[in-house]
Structures are given as C-alpha cells and as structure tokens.
C-alpha cells in the first residue's frame, strides 16, 4: 500500500522514516522533504480558522509522477507522511484515513513508553511492525 | 516559438518591447553602460496624453518570438536601438549598412528606430538626423536619456495610432485574421465568407486591440475590449485566443489591483500612487457604455469621473476571479502543443500573482501544472534555468524546501553527463543556494549544541554534492573544509562503512591540500568558517597535570613582598597563588619539560589507534618565556586536517582553560643515594625517590647522597630538613643526622657538578618487651622496687642457672615481627633567576626503614649500692636475635647471650642530679612530666651507653629510655639532701669503716646541705648504734658497750636552699668491736613531701680498737 511512512517531529526533522527497500531511499527523502512545505502551508491556513474543530487529516498534499504524498498533523504538530504508488488507484480516502488513524495510535503508544524520550529518532519495533503491516499490504 | 521567458509577469503586458543591441563591434563592459542608461526610461508619460507607457528592454531577443507579436502585442519588437562604435568616417557607410540589416530582423513589427554612433566625429557627425545620434563616447552623452525619452514618443505616437486605427476600422471592411506563426497553415482555404470566421476575425481583433490599449495605458478600455474578445472568441471556440482574453483580462486586473507590480525587487515598478490617479482620471465618462459600445471609444479620455467606480469595478475582475480566469486560460492554452510556452509563462505569471496574494498552495498547484508542462526538446542550459525559476517560485511562495529541491536539481542539470564541458563552478554556486532549504549552515558552530536534528540522509547528500563540486571546480580546500565538515557534523549518521569512505576520501584531499584552520572566503564573499574537529577524536576530560614534585616551583615565603610587589598590585598571598577559584593554576619551571602544555612547536606525534575507547594521552611542552600561558584549547591533525578545538566548545568537556604561571628557571637537581632504590611506594606521593633499608633496632647505617646539578642553573642555596612520617612506634632520639656544612660548603654548584652528603640513620625504638610476653625475672626475690635494703654486700650478678627458651611458643614470636619506619628528607633548593625571585624546588628522599628488634629490656630494677651516691641498675635483657650478641654497658665486661635468651645485667651508676636536668617549662603538668622523664632517660641512657653486638656482623646501642619508670627513675635520683657524716672529721660513707679507740670520743658531725630549691626542716635526728652480726641478727642492746656524750638526738632548723646545716655529737665506745651507727629520723611528718631516697642517710661503720699500748694504761 504504501511505500513510504515518515514521522516528523514538530520541528520538522524525521523522527521516524521507512520506506520500501526495493527503491532508492533517498529519493524518498527528498519526497518527504519537500512535501514538509505543504504541510506547513496547509497547516497555517487551517489554523487561521476554527482551531479545535481541524482536522487532522490534511488529504493529498501533492501528486507526483510516480507517488502521492498524503499528511497528517497531530495535535501536538507531529507530522505523519504517508507516499503511496500513483499507480495505485484502488486505494481510497478513507484507507489512507485509516492508515494514519493506525499510524497516530502506534505513534501515541510510543510516546507513552516512559522510556523514550521525546525528539529521540523512534526505534520501537512495534511501531515499526505497525508500519511494516502498512507497507506489506501494497504486495 | 520555443524559448520562455520565465522572467515574465503580467505586468509585462502593459509594456511595449524595445530591442538594444550593438551593431558592429561594441565592448561589452561599453554597451551594458548604455544599455543600462537606456533601461533607466522604462517609464515615460506621455506629455499629450498624461498617459504612461511602460518600455520593456531585451538586450537579446529571438526573432521568432517576434512572430507571435500578433498573439500578444507585448511580445512585438516595436522599437530597436542599435548601439556602435565608429573609429573614422570610412567605417561610417558600413556600419549604417549593418544598422539597417539589423533593423530587416525586426522590420515587420518595428515602429522606429534609432542608432547611437559613438567615437565619430566630423562632417558626418555634424549631420542632423533623427534617427541617428553621434557621440565622441560613451562617457560624454549627456542627452542619452533626453533622446531615448524623444524615441519613445515616437514609438507612443505610432502605437496611439495603430490602437485608434484598429479601434475605428470596424466600418464594413474585412477584419484580417489575425493568427499565430503555427495556425497560419490551417486556415488555408477556410471560408472566408462564413459567420463563424468573421466573428473569429472580430474576437482576435478585439483581442488585439485590447492589447494595443493596455500598452497605450487606456486600462479600462482593455478591459472592455478583452470583455467582448472572451464573449466573442468562446462563441466560436477558438480557445487559443480565449486564452489569450482571458489572460489579458487577467493582466489588466492585476495591473489594477496591484500597481505595485508583480515581479517583487526585480523590476520594481516606480510608486504608482500617480498612475493609481492617472488610472483614475484615464477613465473617461460613460464607461459602462463602453461594454455597449467599445467602438465608439475616443482617445481624448481624460476627462475625470468619479461615477465611472461601477463600470470599473464590473470590467475589472476580482482577485478571486483572476486566479480562475488563468487557470482557464492556462486549460486552453494546455490544448495546443504549440503554445507550450505561452502556458508555461501564463503559470509564471500566475504564480507571481498568487504569491503577492499569498494563496501558496494554489501557486503551488500552478507550479505543479508548469513542472509538467513539455517544451519539447532543450538545451541543458534551459533546462538549468528552467529549474532555477521553479526554484525561484517556489521560494517566493514561501516553499523553501521545494525550491531547495529545484535548486539542487537544476545544479546537477549544470554537471549533467550530456554536457561537454561541465560547469561545476554553476553548479557549486547553486548547490550552495541550496542549503538554507535543507537547514543546513556550514557554521560547525550551529552544529555543537547537543544532538543535530535535521534530515540528516538529505544533508549529507547535499555536503557530499558539495565536496564533488568543489574538488572538479578546482578547488581542493574548499573540498576538504567541507568534507571535514561532513565527518565532523554528520558523524552520527554515518554508518561505519561511510565513516571509512569519507575519512579515506578526505585523506586523499589531504594529501594534496592540508586542511587548516582558517576562513576560506569565496570570491563572492561567502566566508567558510573553519572546522576543527572536536568529535575526532572525542575529548572527554581535559586536566593539567602539575609538575612532579620534585620539579616543582615552590614560593619562598619569607620573601614576600619585595619579590612580588614589583610584579603585581596585590600583596601576595600563598592562597591567591595557588586557588584562583575553579581555575587550576600550576606554576611551572622555565625549561622544565614535564609540563602540559599544547601550544608547543613541537607536536606530539601519536596515533590513536581506531575505536579505541578512552585512551589518555599526555602533552608535555617547554614554554620559552616567563609569564602566564592558559591553555584553552588544543591541537590535533586527523586526516591531514589540522584543527584549533577550543576547550569551552567541546561538548563533554567543562573546563573552560587551564593556567599555568611560568616563573624563572631554576636549578635542577638529581638524586642518587649510596642504597638501592627502594621498590616501597612511600606513604606521601611528593616522595621522588626513596631508598629501603632494614636495621637492628639500635643499629647505625650510613647513606651517602649525591646531588648531580643536572640543570642549566648554578645551584646556590641547599637546606636540608627531614620528618618522620607518623608511626605508632615510640622512637627514642633522631633517625637521621647529617652535617649540611659539609655540603654547603661546596655551594655554588655549577651545573654538571656534584656534591655529596653523608646521612647517618640510626634507629632508636623502644627497647621496652611487653612484659607479658617476655620471660619475668622477677620472681627470684632478689629486684628491689621499694625502699632500698641495708645489704651493702649484695652481689652484683646473678647469673640465671638455666634460660627460658621462647622459640618453643611460635605466640611469643610477635615481638621479632618488625617495625617499620618512614622518614623523609627534604632537600630544599634554589638558584638562578629563580631565585631571584624567591622560588625554590624540593626534592623529598623517602626513607623506609624496616626495624628488626634487636634486645629487648624486659624488665628494669635498681638496687641500692652500698654508697648513697651510687645504686645498681638491673636490667633483664632479652636477645630476639637470631645471633649470638654480646652486649655490654659503661666499660663492663661482654655479656654473651644466645638467640631468644634472657639474662640479668647490673650496671652499677652515680647517681643523677635530675634537678639541673630539668626545665620549668610553661606547660601542662602531664607535658611536663613526660617531657622531665624523657630528659632524665637520655641523660641516664648516654651514661649507661649501652651497647651491643652480634658478633659476626653488626654492632648497636640499646637504650633503657622507654623502660624506665617513675619508682626507678626516683631511685636513680640523686637525693637534693646531702648527707656528710664525719667520724672524727673523716668523711663516712657505707663502705668506709673508720677505727676510733675504745676510750676516746669519737666525734661525729653530720652535715645536710640543701641542694634543692625549696626549704627543708625542721628536722629530727636520731642516733642508734647496733651490733650486725652478719647472720641477720641485730643486737641494739648496747647501752653498756657505746655512750653517747651529750644528747644522740639531733635538731636541724630550716635549711635554705644552697645552705647546709651542721650538728655535732660525740660518743665513747667502752668496748673494743665493730659498731655501725644509724641515723634516724624521728618525725615522719617531715618527710611526707619529700621522697624517701632524700633522707639517704649512709650507716656509719665504726670499729672500735684497743688503745695502743704505748698510750695504754
């Protein structure tokens, strides 16, 4: 499903970033990056508004040849990136929803863990299945 | 037409386009002077008018854009200044021939021309043309801008009247077709007759007049002409023409909201507050009617008209609308491959719009819709420009990271393979651009505060990117400051086979340009600052060690003051010098090279061996001067890379610096000592050397030390002082002795020299056995512990029939276990400017002695001797040995005694005057008496001077001092009352027996000097004389055979101190027989304050003889 799963932290450096091993990763970096931008616009303009009611799901952020880029923002402004295969057209809103609910749950039970420090790079290996179940699904 | 324009904006729509290019042969640096005074009138109101026209300069202009000149009036060349230079007169009919080709390229659309002739001058130059202009240079033309203003008059005249001409010509004749160079073909044999084609003609036509009255600066007239194009245009579906209404209907708006321009600092309008008004007044009454009627337009619009806010306000679009009306223009222009870069420039536009609107994301979305946008085959140079404009817009809108990305992309563009000649110098300079989207400073000092956060995969990209470019630029020190800089910040993302490559790529860089520690400024002046390493190799601890201690300086501090106070404003103090709060301050010897020190020319050369974990290292350096050198950092050189680290930047590390207090140089001295060097660590770590020795208690060992003066000082003064180190062993008199004299007697000692000195060490412990542990000797009734016994003829020696052997009881072996004894001797010493001053060094020789009991008194009795002066010391004297020894005391024969036997001495001594011995000294009672008691037993102990001698070997004393008690020591005291009994005037003591005759008075005086200080008496004496009969029996019953002539009682008054007393008596003896008279004391109340041995008084021992016969009868 998807080949790329980023976490960001709220100041835009990855905390998290893993993508599918058959391609290059870097490029997935770069992907991840830029799409920071459009995050960072989307959220300013959604914070103008009603601020309790955003939404967290912040829907496509922009489409490349080969891959979409969905966001999400927590409220806490830890960013989830999810790149998907453009090719992919089966998949709908509400799977990439669903995706980031998973991944925002995972990522809350890694921040309870008394024993990670917030900021560190995230190295639990029940997020990591959480996101390795997201990607083997695509196969 | 095929190349873009990115630089674009809508603006530009407004403007008319005038081409400025040399003819002939024009220095560059000579033409852009003009052309920039040129492109200073980008801004001309039109006297006749009050109207503005905007002039649009391009130094280079391809022709085929020309050609869509119809499209977009903006893009027409409809001026042309050619600039050349013109040597002589001959030159002149070439270059105007040259002129007029120039002015072929651009005919069809030129509405004038001009040329500007520099250097002519003469016949030619004194003609007067219009067209032309003659300059002697480029320097003196003062009416340039006069003249260019003039051209675009005329330029503006021309435009006025083709925009009126197109305006009015609407009157029953054919509309030509206006059309695009790649439509021309296909409306070959198209119906020129049809409805469908004439209101095309009319579209494009209004279209075009529209534009023509945009650049005329009649804006709301285009707006009402690009109203009727778009209704016209979208009846018959000629969408490349909508399009292009539509987008003039966008640049007009925008023109209208956004006077200010959209273009940001690049081209920068003039304020517009006046043409905002102009725009106003322009606007002519009735402009709703012109929706109506557009034909009926005049040019005079000057007049001013409040109301017509309405009219304009339906013409004009609103922000929200421009943005849809280009995104439909845009969809049409999408339709036709052809028109690839009027979209893709229709995108730019749009995007500038939207950035000074701030909507980011749909700006983002067109830049999205530009990215994908096909040209067709380009070059690689526009492919560079390409990215860098996308780069640029993307920055604009406030997508750093996106143009970031572009920006990177469009550098790789310059070193793309297909190129022949890379231009790595571009790319290194857009790479550079890059980095503040990737948050990345080559400021390692950004770096050092805790842990990097960042997207480290992309920076290290980016940084290896960097060294690439850099090292194929040709410059290797930028490549290493920047690769230095990638190991140093990205260290913890390196994995360890990248730490490899890059350490051994750096090496390599290296080898051909060392890596320093200065700031390498770029030509443009970007400044790299310097990378030290400070995590390769990590320092976690940083410490100055002080000198050892025999080399360190001390402060004299006698001297203070007078040294100091020429040096500093404070007065000196020992705690200030050596505890400046956190700072460690060491002070160190000129030339002394046991120092910490890292600035030193002389580098240590080490190599840390990989992953090595903590590995101490240890700097040394000789500083050269006196003064105060602060270590504040160190240096290293990893990679080839000399780096500076600062102390107070390392993470781990807080020491700030170090201090160190360097005073003049001093003498050097080496110890050696005539003993082995011991292996004992001394207690104390100021010990530099030590030596071990192991004596018999009692024994004497000589050491010769030798000082070597291995400095460069003269050595001048030498001190010697030693110390005991703690010990629980009680130690009787001084273990070392030396005779500084001797030594100090060679002083100066020049450097190279030597001098010697000789220690003796001599142990002195307690020669006392615990009495427990020792074989008692008491128990054969013959120790005297109270008061002396008459038994003058007590013998001396009692030889012990048998020994007790100890070894049978390993228990009792405790005793032979030996003590130990430390002791130091510090040799203070000094010369040089040093001591000058007032430094000095130490050096400390550490003495361990280990003490093997050699006898030991077990047991210390006195017995009284048959003078009152004397008395018998009986000492039990126990051999620990292992040896035979012989021990003997004041001259007294050799006593032999076997290993662990124990035998009785009796040392027969005077008795001691302890009174002169002793000192009133103002101390505790208990001080005091421990302090007499000591003085007493050395004075009792070098008269006894007791010594003794294993045999084979060695010889020793013993002392008696530590085994003394008060009782013996009281019996041992010379009483302060002396006692003088004279029989017949002859001095009487216990042995002496004095003859008198029977018959004869016997006079008998007794006489008590006072020795002591207090007052003694009254007194009472009492004389008894008694028969002994040698077998213990007494007989006092002599009142027959002895008579007392006069009383044989006895009074003393008081005694002063110093004065004697004299009583005189007299007896007769009857009988002829061995008389013995003794004298008691008959008030004991007396003698209570004083002790029992002051009243010593010695028996007399008379012997009564017959009277000679001669005197007989």
Redesign the interface.
């Known amino acids: 499903m998807a080949v790329c799963v980023a976490v960001i ?1 709220k ?4 905390l998290y970033i893993r993508s599918v091993p058959t391609q290059n ?2 490029k997935f ?2 992907t991840v ?2 799409s ?3 995050v960072e ?2 959220v300013s ?1 959604v914070g103008k508004a009603l601020a309790d009611q955003r939404e967290l799901y912040l829907g496509l952020l ?2 490349t040849e080969d891959y979409k880029v969905y966001g999400y923002v927590t409220n806490s402004k830890v960013k989830f990136v999810i790149v998907v295969d453009s090719s992919n057209t089966s998949l709908r809103d509400n799977e990439i929803r669903s995706m980031f609910r998973k991944l925002h749950n995972s990522f809350t039970d890694v921040m309870c863990n008394p024993f990670y420090n917030p ?1 560190d790079a995230i190295q639990s290996r029940a997020f990591d299945s959480v996101v390795s179940g997201m990607m083997v699904q695509a196969c | 037409m095929s190349i873009p324009d990115y630089m674009q904006c809508a603006e530009d729509h407004q403007s008319v386009l005038v081409v400025v290019q040399p003819v002939g042969i024009v220095p560059e640096d000579q033409f852009f002077r003009i052309y920039k005074r040129i492109s200073s009138v980008c801004q001309q109101s039109i006297r006749s008018s009050q109207r503005l026209l905007y002039i649009r300069y391009r130094h280079h202009y391809p022709p085929e854009n020309n050609e869509w000149g119809d499209f977009q009036t903006h893009r027409k060349v409809v001026g042309l200044i050619a600039i050349t230079t013109c040597a002589s007169a001959k030159e002149w009919p070439q270059t105007s021939e040259r002129f007029h080709g120039q002015k072929e390229v651009f005919g069809s659309t030129l509405y004038d021309s001009r040329l500007l002739v520099f250097g002519l001058q003469g016949e030619i130059a004194e003609q007067h043309r219009t067209d032309v202009a003659f300059y002697p240079d480029c320097d003196s033309c003062p009416d340039l801008e006069r003249r260019v203003e003039d051209f675009v008059e005329s330029i503006f005249i021309v435009l006025e009247s083709k925009r009126l001409d197109r305006t009015t010509d609407k009157s029953g004749d054919k509309i030509p077709l206006l059309c695009v160079p790649f439509e021309k073909k296909d409306f070959v044999g198209l119906d020129t007759d049809s409805r469908h084609y004439k209101k095309r003609c009319q579209g494009r036509m209004r279209k075009h007049v529209g534009d023509l009255c945009l650049q005329a600066g009649m804006l709301q007239d285009a707006l009402v002409h690009y109203h009727m194009a778009v209704e016209l245009l979208r009846s018959v579906n000629d969408f490349l023409w909508l399009g292009a209404a539509l987008e003039g209907l966008c640049s007009a708006s925008v023109i209208f909201h956004y006077p200010g321009g959209t273009a940001g600092k690049r081209a920068a309008r003039k304020p517009s507050i006046s043409q905002a008004a102009d725009s106003g007044k322009r606007h002519r009454p009735g402009a709703q009617e012109l929706l109506i009627d557009p034909g009926a337009l005049t040019t005079n619009g000057i007049n001013a008209d409040t109301s017509s806010e309405i009219g304009r306000a339906k013409n004009c679009l609103s922000p929200e609308d421009i943005i849809e009306k280009y995104k439909e223009a845009i969809s049409y222009y999408g339709k036709y491959k052809n028109a690839g870069v009027i979209e893709l420039e229709a995108c730019v536009k749009a995007v500038r719009v939207l950035a000074i609107q701030k909507r ?2 749909e700006a ?1 979305e067109f830049l ?1 819709n530009a990215v994908y946008i096909n040209l067709g085959q380009l070059s690689e140079e526009e492919k560079i420009q390409r990215y860098s404009v996308l780069s640029e817009l ?1 920055d604009l809108i ?5 143009s970031a ?1 572009f920006k990177r992309v469009a550098a790789m563009q310059c070193v793309a393979p297909t190129i022949p000649e890379p231009g790595w110098r571009a790319c290194y300079k857009l790479l550079l651009e890059t980095l503040p989207g ?2 990345l400073s080559l400021d390692p000092k950004d770096f050092s505060k805790g842990t990097h ?3 480290a ?2 920076q290290m ?1 980016l940084l290896h990117e960097l060294v690439y470019a850099s090292r194929r630029m040709g410059n290797p020190g930028l490549s290493v400051r920047h690769l230095s800089f990638l190991l140093q910040t990205m260290l913890d993302f390196l994995s360890d086979q990248e730490k490899k490559e890059v350490t051994q790529s750096l090496e390599n860089y290296t080898s051909k340009c060392p890596g320093g520690m200065e700031v390498i400024t770029l030509p443009d002046g970007l400044k790299f600052p310097p990378v030290p390493f400070t995590k390769l190799p990590i320092v976690r601890f940083v410490k100055l060690l002080n000198l050892p201690v025999s080399l360190r300086p001390h402060k004299v501090k006698g001297l203070l003051g007078e040294n100091m106070s020429s040096k500093s404003p404070f007065i000196y103090s020992p705690i200030i010098l050596h505890n400046r709060g956190d700072e460690r301050c060491k002070k160190i010897d000129e030339d002394t090279c046991w120092l910490i020190l890292f600035s030193c020319s002389l580098p240590a050369a080490l190599a840390l061996p990989a992953e090595s974990g903590l590995y101490p290292v240890t700097l040394v350096g000789v500083p050269r001067t006196v003064g105060s050198i602060t270590v504040n950092g160190y240096h290293t050189s990893v990679f080839g890379v000399n780096s500076d680290c600062l102390l107070e930047g390392l993470p781990g590390v807080k020491t700030g610096g170090c201090m160190v207090e360097v005073v003049p140089s001093l003498p050097r001295l080496l110890l050696s000592t005539s003993l082995p060097r011991s292996p004992h660590v001394a207690a104390s770590e100021d010990i530099s050397s030590s030596v071990a020795l192991q004596l018999f208690n009692g024994e004497t060992q000589t050491l010769t030390v030798t000082l070597d003066n291995i400095g460069t000082e003269t050595l001048e003064t030498l001190e010697l002082s030693s110390k005991i180190i703690s010990t629980k062993e009680k130690l009787l008199g001084d273990i070392l002795n030396w005779d500084i004299q001797e030594a100090q007697s060679h002083l100066p000692l020049l450097p190279g020299c030597s001098l010697s000195l000789t220690v003796n060490i001599r142990v002195k412990l307690d020669f006392s056995g615990q009495e427990n542990l020792l074989p008692d000797l008491s128990d054969d009734g013959i120790s005297v512990t109270g008061l002396p016994i008459s038994s003058p003829l007590r013998q001396v020696l009692k030889p012990r029939p048998e020994s007790k052997a100890l070894s049978a009881d390993p228990g009792k072996n405790e005793h032979t276990h030996f003590k130990t004894l430390e002791a130091v001797m510090t040799f203070k010493y000094s010369g040089g400017g040093g001591h000058v001053e007032g430094f000095y060094r130490e050096l400390c020789l550490g003495i361990h002695v280990d003490v093997e009991p050699s006898v030991f008194f077990t047991r210390v009795s006195t017995l009284p001797a048959t003078s009152m002066r004397q008395c018998h010391l009986l000492l039990d004297v126990f051999n620990s040995t292992e040896h035979e020894l012989t021990i003997n005391a004041k001259n007294n024969q050799d006593l032999l005694l076997y290993a662990s036997e124990c035998q009785r001495m009796a040392i027969q001594v005077d008795k001691f005057e302890f009174e002169s011995v002793c000192v009133q000294p103002e101390q505790s009672q208990q001080q005091w008496e421990t302090e007499r008691q000591q003085a007493q037993g050395s004075l009792i102990n070098s008269t006894l001077s007791i010594r003794w001698a294993i045999i084979s070997f060695t010889i020793g004393e013993a002392s008696v001092e530590g085994v003394l008690n008060q009782l013996v020591l009281d019996h041992l005291q010379l009483a302060p009352l002396q006692w003088d009994v004279l029989v017949n005037g002859k001095q009487c003591d216990c042995d002496i027996v004095t003859d008198c005759r029977v018959g004869d008075p016997v006079s008998l005086e007794v006489k008590l000097t006072n020795h002591s200080k207090k007052e003694v008496g009254p007194l009472a004496l009492t004389l008894v004389a008694f028969q002994d009969y040698q077998n213990g029996i007494q007989n006092h019953d002599l009142q027959d055979a002895v008579t007392f002539i006069g009383s044989n009682t006895f009074y003393i008054d008081k005694v002063n101190p110093t004065f004697s007393s004299t009583c005189t008596g007299a007896l007769l003896f009857l009988y002829t027989g061995d008389f013995y008279l003794s004298i008691k004391f008959q008030d004991d109340s007396t003698r209570r304050d004083l002790p029992p041995a002051f009243f010593g008084l010695p028996t007399v021992h008379i012997r009564a003889l017959e009277s000679p016969i001669e005197n007989g009868a």
């Open positions: 932290a100041e835009n450096y990855p990763e870097l970096h770069y990056h830029t920071l931008d459009v616009e989307k303009a922009y489409p900021g | 980011a994301m983002s999205q993307y406030g997508f750093h990271r996106k990305f990737y948050c956060h960042g997207w995969a992309v990209r």
